[in-house]
């Protein structure tokens, strides 16, 4: 089956960092950060975006590159050059599958549950594209108890989502992506300069950037290290296969760790802008908020109180819904690939498919604060007991399989040579220090974050 090539670099890098960034950065990191005490989360936080995760996100581009295939018939090409050659063990074959189709699970998840997020989003666009024409409620924290309360409105809202998403990535991959995110990421962030602007008299400003940035390592518990590693992996897309099948769309002539590189420093950038902006407006909130729903709880609030804020408000939630509108593109996107691979389907049917799949684990997250209450652990519902357990325990764990299968089995040649720059100086450097954080950071700072939490469990 002919594959789809990135056109242009560029369309490849705006298409990763459209990935990259969607609501992780200004939903979930914010959520996070709050959980685990501030200052000192972001700041080991940090450490591991650059020494974990860039080593895992040029992992994992190279698997793609070099085999040309997604997750699952990727593991199956390195597994049949390795029967060639004489030392492939079944059991390895087969845990190289489990790891493949986990990937694949991982992300169907995930968009469930995005779809649910995006739903949100969406709901919160509509209300400030209709405030100038109807005479509806200023009080933007009814927006949340509404959606809280009522969940086959969010099914319906998760639905518009999904139904948008298919039929794009039904389409064809660089139509359906490359272009399109392309536009959206600049003006994104514009909105967010220009926000962070706004909020820069808030009284609340010195405590919230003393909240952000000052480390107090005492606030941090048992899991925020797995925490940390989990959300680098969320936000940069590892774990997923997604940067797999990004890379099998790579022409030869592109180099995968500049890329790697840049994309986690644009997200890196987004994130601070993105804490920076939230925090004060948590701290200005008359809600108490915390969990999945911080950023829905402050920040509308703000807008409605502002001077013109309303504006800023729906400029901000059209730019947040296309965020995540870019990046659910690229997780189904995963999924379709693995489908097309695999079962040999026809594109638009896998896309169905895929969205049909991903529509079932989204009911749950829906539902979990109403009619499936019961189901809550302490006070966490549905959705982000489905957001934890993904994203600190499988991500971790898919990247650390990913991250041995891309240090000891790729053509050794062939990978270093990605590593030569357009005028041949310092890859030597750079492919050494590679290895060296695949091997002596990468595995042990996932396996300490890991189980630390699991002594957590049993306190
Ligand atoms: N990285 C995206 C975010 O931060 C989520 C995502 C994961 C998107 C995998 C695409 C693929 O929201």
Redesign the pocket.
């Known amino acids: 089956m002919k594959r789809g090539m990135w056109g242009t670099r560029l369309g490849f890098y705006m298409a990763a960092i459209g ?7 200004l ?2 990191f914010p959520y996070v950060v709050h959980e685990n005490g501030g200052g000192a989360f972001v700041f080991i936080y940090f450490i591991i975006l650059t020494v974990v995760g860039i080593p895992l996100l040029v992992g994992d581009l190279l698997i793609g590159k070099l085999t040309k295939r997604s997750t699952i018939s990727a593991m199956r090409q390195i597994s049949a050059q390795q029967t060639a050659s004489g030392n492939l063990q079944t059991l390895q074959r087969k845990f190289r599958w489990l790891i493949a189709m986990i990937s694949v699970v991982v ?1 169907i998840f ?1 968009v469930g549950y ?1 779809s649910v997020l995006s739903g949100w989003v969406l709901h919160y666009l509509v209300h400030f594209a209709t405030m100038p024409f109807v005479d509806v409620s200023d009080k933007t924290g009814d927006l949340m108890n509404i959606l809280r309360e009522r969940g086959l409105l969010q099914v319906l809202l998760a639905s518009v989502h999904l139904i948008l998403v298919v039929v794009i990535v039904g389409k064809s991959f660089e139509e359906g992506i490359e272009r399109f995110v392309g536009y959206v990421m600049p003006i994104f962030v514009m909105a967010l300069i220009f926000l962070l602007y706004q909020v820069r008299n808030l009284d609340t400003l010195d405590n919230a950037v003393q909240f952000f940035l000052y480390p107090d390592f005492s606030k941090l518990n048992l899991n925020s290290l797995g925490a940390a590693v989990g959300h680098v992996c ?4 590892i774990g ?1 296969g ?1 940067m797999i099948t990004f890379g099998s769309y790579l022409k030869d002539e592109a180099r995968v760790p500049a890329t790697g590189f840049r994309v986690a420093i644009m ?1 890196g950038l987004t994130t601070l802008i993105a804490g920076l902006l939230v925090f004060p407006l948590v701290f200005a909130s008359p809600y108490m908020a915390s969990g999945p729903e911080l950023l829905f709880q402050t920040v509308p609030n703000f807008f409605v109180e502002s001077e013109g804020g309303k504006i800023f408000g729906l400029v901000f939630f059209a730019c947040l819904y296309l ?2 509108f870019g ?2 593109l ?2 189904i996107e ?1 999924v379709v690939a693995n489908l097309t691979d695999v079962l040999r389907l026809e594109r638009s049917t896998a896309a169905w498919v895929a969205g049909l799949i991903c529509f079932l684990t989204a009911v749950p997250a829906a539902l979990g604060p109403n009619m499936l209450a019961q189901f809550a652990w302490g006070d966490q519902n549905i959705l982000e007991i489905m957001d934890k357990t993904i994203v600190n325990w499988f991500l971790p764990l898919v990247a650390l399989a990913m991250s041995t299968i891309a240090r000891k089995r790729l053509n050794e040649k062939v990978r270093s040579e990605e590593f030569l720059l357009e005028n041949d100086s310092g890859s030597e450097i750079m492919y050494h220090h590679w290895l060296f954080l695949m091997k002596w950071v990468v595995p042990p700072v996932i396996f300490l974050g890991l189980g630390l939490q699991v002594v957590a469990l049993f306190q």
């Open positions: 990935a990259a960034f969607g609501l992780g950065s939903w979930r992300c995930i995005y969320f936000t940069l897309s997923f997604a997200d965020a995540a990046a659910s690229s997780l995963t």
